[in-house]
């Protein structure tokens, strides 16, 4: 048996997107093309598609317990991470199964609400997420609307976002960094690294005009999630990340009608810039 468990073996948990372009079909899609063993946690269904998502049903929560266990009593899970939690109901019973479990680093990627306008999280599980999840993070992935609504005010500069990020780190998260992709007016899309040691940096890519950019975040945070599974330190798994994510995003494939998904078979861009300042 010596050679069980050598393969980096990585979870989601998250809501599961019937389209394939975001949610946990995004996420095991990356953690394929990085090559990693990637396996779920369902915490919600969606019926959605490109143009938007048509219904979502959480699951009962005896049926989160169950998937942990399943996992934690086979697995070696390096790294985790978590999408779509629902509500607060949700947000308790991942937060009781990751006390119990060893996964490694967790990534939180506090998803609130898809492009298309549809709630993916109650607003009162917001307070959730920030006194019980964010203690037990590694890293979280905030957009600038979600960053916004969690430290409870707008965000329009550079000087307001490292505010930001120096805010959310108070909430117990090693590591911040948010991303700056709904900063449409900017030709580059941006985001902010904030980690634990007290540095930062920015990582910018030329920003690709397209509407093929559902799932950019579950992506990215994913990719993450992969390269620190690999053994990969923080500051480099956070570069590869951007470097996949503008691949998927440049080297676009095309179906559906609306907001299409990125491609998670693309390579790896070296139009990723890293700088102290903006
Ligand atoms: N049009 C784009 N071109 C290049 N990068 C983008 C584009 N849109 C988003 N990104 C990048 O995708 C990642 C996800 O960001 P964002 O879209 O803000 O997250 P979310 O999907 O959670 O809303 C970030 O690294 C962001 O900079
Ligand atoms: C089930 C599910 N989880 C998460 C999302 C949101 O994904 P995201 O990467 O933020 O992409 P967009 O929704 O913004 O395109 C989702 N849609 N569904």
């Not at 990582?203 to 690709?208: E, H, K, N, V």
């Not at 956070?238 to 080297?251: D, E, N, P, R, W």
């Amino acid at each position: 048996m010596g050679s069980v468990n050598r393969t980096p073996q990585v979870v989601t948990i998250a809501g599961s997107d019937s389209g394939g372009g975001a949610g946990m079909q995004a996420d095991l899609k990356t953690f394929q093309a990085r090559h990693v063993f990637g396996m779920n946690i369902v915490v919600a269904l969606t019926a959605q598609n490109t143009y938007g998502v048509q219904a979502s049903l959480p699951i009962p929560t005896y049926f989160i317990d169950a998937q942990f266990q399943s996992l934690d009593a086979d697995f070696a899970i390096k790294a985790a991470k978590t999408g779509m939690l629902a509500d607060s109901e949700h947000v308790e019973a991942v937060v009781r199964n990751l006390q119990q479990v060893d996964f490694g680093p967790l990534i939180v990627d506090p998803v609130m609400v898809a492009k298309g306008g549809a709630t993916l999280l109650e607003p009162e599980a917001v307070a959730t997420i920030k006194s019980k999840l964010l203690p037990l993070a590694d890293v979280v992935t905030p957009n600038l609307p979600e960053a916004e609504i969690i430290v409870g005010r707008p965000i329009k500069t550079n000087a307001d976002t490292i505010a930001a990020a120096q805010t959310i780190q108070q909430f117990g998260v090693k590591n911040v960094i948010i991303k700056g992709g709904h900063r449409s007016e900017d030709d580059q899309a941006a985001d902010y690294i904030l980690l634990e040691d007290g540095s930062s940096f920015w990582l910018s890519a030329p920003r690709i005009a397209t509407a093929n950019t559902h799932g950019t975040g579950d992506t990215f945070s994913a990719c993450i999630a992969a390269e620190l599974a690999k053994g990969q330190p923080l500051k480099s798994a956070i570069v590869t990340a951007k470097a996949f994510l503008q691949g998927a995003i440049s080297q676009g494939i095309f179906v559906g009608h609306g907001h299409g998904p990125t491609n998670h078979w693309a390579k790896l861009s070296d139009k990723v810039r890293m700088s102290e300042t903006r």
